[in-house]
């Protein structure tokens, strides 16, 4: 069920992107269906409202569906992320006067690698 909602959910998502791009800006001439078969069929006026229409059914057919979704997954879940035990790390404890190497920052006790030899001449 909730797979077929999100699902829903992007293609509804992808029309109202598509839509939003089509629609005239405020003063603007051309547009994405200005031109072809379309003028003959709407005028400027009625194609605005008919996209700003399908765009706001679209718009609320997203909200209510990601309402859903939202309630959905709250059912499913009992518990939150939050509410699981962090990991225990194993704290480090150093007497005086000693390092520890595991501490960030501290001496290491390994030695440092050689330097590599020079090649012999020839």
Known sequence: MANTLMVINLVVSGLIVLLVLMQFGKGAEAGLMSGGASDAVFSAAQKGNILSRVTTVLVVIFLVNSIIMAKIQGRNTSESLLDKNAPITQTTTTKP??????????????????????????
């Open 97 to 122: 006067g000693k390092t520890d190497a595991a501490a960030p920052g501290a001496a290491s006790e390994v030695p440092a690698p050689a330097a590599p030899a020079a090649p012999a001449k020839k």
